[in-house]
């Protein structure tokens, strides 16, 4: 079988691109897993289809010169990240995407659905980092399926704003833990409380749905009253604009000013410099339990998989996230209402002596079906399983044209 990827040294979730090696920028490869997975079966080729905008280094850009390196990036890119050439197969032209082929996109890299004929294939879109700015050609394309960490066809408020062309099958996988994430630390050598973490960041489009920019308000709110929830909760949330002023953009910026912070918030070495300085093993084996607060368009943190991995107790807001998983509440993780004042009674109620033993099972119960569920290799074969089950059907309704 046949899996083409657009760009793919391009994408920075599977792959660590060109820019981040030039620019010595530190990334985190979400889905290197899935590639992994792929690279490693015998039965399944890897291709690329590098389309006219394949330019890593300016995606933006449609100048022909400047877009003639694109294969060069592709090269370079692949060696530095170790795989060898051969094992990924170039598409130089869009037509040498076969009908049998299973075609997977990303809806952040706008560029990657640039076709000048949407390809007789079945076309998969993951909207890992779910953005709104390459929407009209996304619904040009017409996948025929689409996938991410929630399922944000029923949790986003405005998915059918922009997106309610589309009624087709949308698959929810999980975030997967990095192999470091593990069980260092005994469970009663732990201290007594719950560990906070995870960065706060406002993306502007928020106020519109929402009355406010914060994508985390669940980590806002203890980073915001950490003194007062000192008995329970020792936090160490970054808050993004906080921890570096200048990173600050406002709608009256001239565009000089712009410029200026795009610059520093790319070269800026030191931004959230304090909260990278400790080990997050470490961190999470220093407690009992922890709290990865969720994002407000539908997402949980990837750092609840990360603190489950490594023996914490996960306090979630019971809204369901989980459950998409198959977690089941107060088996493999403990839930609560969202307010400040029900996650002080939990934590209160599980730090008792005679409540020890359900909490240490909880920690446990929740970290075996983490190390089992989300590692790498079977929350891989996991979607490509149904990836296939669905283009199969599709190949019974599409024949070739």
């Not at 060696?79 to 076969?98: A, F, S």
């Not at 029923?154 to 996988?173: L, M, N, P, S, T």
């Not at 593990?182 to 973490?197: D, L, T, Y």
């Not at 240490?360 to 790498?376: L, P, Q, Y």
Request: proline share 4%; charged share 25%; hydrophobic share 35%.
């Amino acid at each position: 079988m046949r899996i083409v990827f657009v760009n793919l040294h391009g994408n920075e979730f599977l792959v660590k691109t060109l820019n981040k090696f030039i620019f010595k920028q530190s990334v985190a490869i979400k889905h290197k897993y899935i590639l992994d997975y792929l690279l490693s079966r015998d039965d399944v080729e890897v291709c690329s289809y590098i389309n006219k905008r394949g330019l890593s280094l300016s995606y933006s850009t449609r100048n022909r010169f400047l877009q003639s390196f694109r294969f060069l990036d592709h090269r370079i890119t692949m060696k530095k990240n170790g795989i060898p050439l051969n094992k990924i197969k170039v598409l130089k032209h869009e037509d040498e995407i076969r009908h049998d082929d299973l075609v997977i996109l990303y809806q952040i890299f706008g560029p990657q659905f640039e076709f000048d004929h949407r390809p007789d294939a079945f076309i998969a879109v993951s909207q890992l980092h779910f953005a709104l700015g390459a929407v009209p050609m996304i619904e040009k394309v017409d996948p025929d399926l689409m996938f991410n960490e929630s399922n944000m066809q029923k949790r986003f408020i405005a998915f059918d704003e922009y997106f309610g062309w589309f009624h087709k099958q949308y698959e929810v996988i999980p975030f997967v833990f990095a192999p470091r994430f593990k069980v260092v630390k005994p469970f009663n050598e732990r201290k007594n409380k719950a560990v906070s973490v995870g960065t706060v960041t406002y993306p502007g489009y928020l106020v519109k749905y929402f009355g406010h920019d914060c994508l985390q308000p669940a980590r806002k709110q203890i980073y915001d009253n950490a003194k007062e929830l000192t008995p329970w909760v020792d936090c160490f949330n970054s808050d993004y604009l906080e921890d570096d002023k200048m990173s600050k953009h406002s709608s009256s910026d001239n565009q000089l000013v712009k410029v200026i912070k795009r610059l520093h918030d790319k070269f800026f070495v030191g931004h959230q410099k304090k909260y990278y300085s400790f080990d997050m093993v470490e961190k999470f084996n220093d407690y009992k339990m922890c709290i990865v607060g969720e994002e407000i368009v539908g997402l949980p943190g990837i750092g609840f998989v990360e603190g489950m991995a490594s023996g914490c107790a996960y306090l979630g807001q019971t809204v369901g996230y989980y459950e998409d998983y198959g977690m089941k509440e107060g088996v493999h993780y403990i839930g609560y209402d969202g307010t400040l004042d029900d996650l002080k009674a939990k934590i209160s109620y599980y730090q008792q002596p005679e409540h020890q033993q359900e909490l240490e099972t909880i920690a446990k119960t929740g970290c075996e079906f983490v190390r089992s569920h989300f590692n790498g290799p079977a929350a891989a074969e996991s979607l490509l399983n149904k990836l296939l089950d669905a283009q199969r059907r599709w190949l019974a309704e599409h024949p070739k044209k």
